[in-house]
């Protein structure tokens, strides 16, 4: 195994110490317990949004933290859940008096500490709303979790309530709009390889060099089925049908297509993966009106891809488009 490492069991405090030395000016890290919080938090009288996870999957969520997205960020170990402490302290760091709201994705340890911070957080009066993200259309259980996965639409949400909580909106409602987003969209991912994490040294699954595994979640756990490695339209149509079909998706809806990388994925690749989507996409009369292609959810450096749709509305545009900056997403700003 060779990874830019200092040592395997101090990666997330040194990779927090490079997110404090490279985005200083936008955002404030602690390492009792581990949160990356905007610099200018709270703010008052806006709804505050807070998220976390496993480390591993960078950008998410500390990536995104700053103006028109996240307020604060709690990183995990690597693919362990942040705990409730850390929660609870970044709720209270963005508590502006708007109340604050939890976007969390359906993995066991996630859901489980992020409603005892909840708890807690209305505990200390403030007021607290979650949205719970289960996009994953591969399988229904998992290694992590009971019921669906919570991957790519995690990062739509957070940028489409981050904007709204920034327009001024009532935490209901950007808890609301939250919950919308994931209602309507579905995910789909797959890989190429495992990855290796740095404490284990060893890879997350087996995979011959002549397979793929289809339906991964971003743990690296099995998916749907295993086949022969074939080409990118092939991949693309066995993400892609899955996912249509499972809204459903139907001829005339406008959608945001995400083409996400895995970690190791070159940009190249990506752009293949998108040119079938689009195909495929047209032929099933829908029409992409924004994208994101890149790698924004990952699974340390593994390779492949998911891809993500979620069915748009007049107000999801609006605030997909809004200004946001943040250190591995920003326009407008």
Same mark, same amino acid.
């Given at each position: 195994?060779?990874?830019?490492?200092?040592?395997?069991?101090?990666?997330?405090?040194?990779?927090?110490?490079?997110?404090?030395?490279?985005?200083?000016?936008?955002?404030?890290?602690?390492?009792?317990?581990?949160?990356?919080?905007?610099?200018?938090?709270?703010?008052?009288?806006?709804?505050?949004?807070?998220?976390?996870?496993?480390?591993?999957?960078?950008?998410?969520?500390?990536?995104?933290?700053?103006?028109?997205?996240?307020?604060? $960020?709690?990183?995990?170990? *690597?693919?362990?859940?942040? #705990?409730? =402490?850390? +929660?609870?302290?970044?709720?209270? %760091?963005?508590? /502006?008096? $708007?109340?604050?709201?939890? *976007?969390?994705?359906?993995? #066991?340890? =996630?859901? +489980?500490?992020?409603?005892?911070? %909840?708890?807690? /957080?209305?505990?200390?009066?403030?007021? *607290?709303?979650?949205?719970? #993200?289960? =996009?994953?259309?591969?399988?229904?259980?998992?290694?992590?979790?009971?019921?669906?996965?919570?991957?790519? *639409?995690?990062?739509?949400?957070?940028?489409?309530?981050?904007?709204?909580?920034?327009?001024?909106?009532?935490?209901?409602?950007?808890?609301?709009?939250?919950?919308?987003?994931?209602?309507?969209?579905?995910?789909?991912?797959?890989?190429?390889?495992?990855?290796?994490?740095?404490?284990?040294?060893?890879?997350?699954?087996?995979?011959?060099?002549?397979?793929?595994?289809?339906?991964?979640?971003?743990?690296?756990?099995?998916?749907?089925?295993?086949?022969?490695?074939?080409?990118?339209?092939?991949?693309?149509?066995?993400?892609?049908?899955?996912?249509?079909?499972?809204?459903?998706?139907?001829?005339?809806?406008?959608?945001?297509?995400?083409?996400?990388?895995?970690?190791?994925?070159?940009?190249?690749?990506?752009?293949?993966?998108?040119?079938?989507?689009?195909?495929?996409?047209?032929?099933?009369?829908?029409?992409?009106?924004?994208?994101?292609?890149?790698?924004?959810?990952?699974?340390?450096?593994?390779?492949?891809?998911?891809?993500?749709?979620?069915?748009?509305?007049?107000?999801?545009?609006?605030?997909?488009?809004?200004?946001?900056?943040?250190?591995?997403?920003?326009?407008?700003?």
């Amino acid at each position: 195994m060779k990874k830019l490492i200092n040592a395997p069991d101090a990666v997330v405090a040194d990779a927090l110490r490079g997110v404090q030395a490279a985005h200083g000016d936008r955002v404030r890290v602690t390492f009792d317990p581990y949160c990356v919080v905007r610099a200018d938090a709270p703010v008052q009288g806006k709804v505050g949004l807070i998220s976390g996870g496993g480390s591993g999957h960078e950008p998410m969520h500390g990536g995104f933290v700053g103006p028109g997205m996240l307020d604060a $960020a709690c990183p995990g170990e *690597v693919f362990t859940s942040p #705990t409730p =402490d850390q +929660m609870l302290e970044a709720t209270k %760091a963005v508590n /502006g008096g $708007a109340g604050v709201v939890h *976007v969390v994705k359906n993995y #066991t340890g =996630d859901v +489980m500490n992020f409603d005892m911070a %909840a708890e807690m /957080g209305r505990g200390e009066e403030i007021e *607290v709303e979650t949205i719970l #993200t289960n =996009d994953d259309v591969a399988v229904e259980d998992s290694l992590y979790t009971a019921g669906r996965r919570g991957v790519g *639409v995690t990062v739509l949400v957070e940028k489409i309530a981050g904007a709204a909580a920034e327009a001024g909106r009532a935490l209901s409602e950007v808890a609301e709009i939250g919950r919308r987003v994931n209602a309507q969209g579905r995910s789909m991912g797959m890989a190429l390889t495992p990855c290796i994490t740095p404490a284990s040294g060893q890879p997350s699954f087996e995979l011959a060099e002549d397979e793929v595994e289809i339906g991964i979640g971003i743990h690296g756990e099995p998916g749907r089925f295993r086949e022969k490695a074939g080409p990118a339209s092939q991949v693309a149509e066995r993400l892609l049908t899955p996912i249509v079909e499972d809204l459903p998706f139907g001829s005339g809806d406008r959608v945001l297509a995400f083409v996400n990388g895995m970690g190791g994925t070159p940009l190249l690749e990506l752009y293949i993966v998108y040119a079938e989507v689009a195909k495929i996409a047209s032929d099933h009369g829908l029409t992409i009106e924004r994208n994101l292609i890149g790698n924004y959810i990952t699974s340390l450096e593994m390779q492949g891809c998911s891809i993500t749709l979620v069915k748009l509305d007049d107000e999801m545009v609006r605030y997909w488009d809004a200004p946001v900056n943040t250190p591995a997403l920003r326009w407008g700003a």
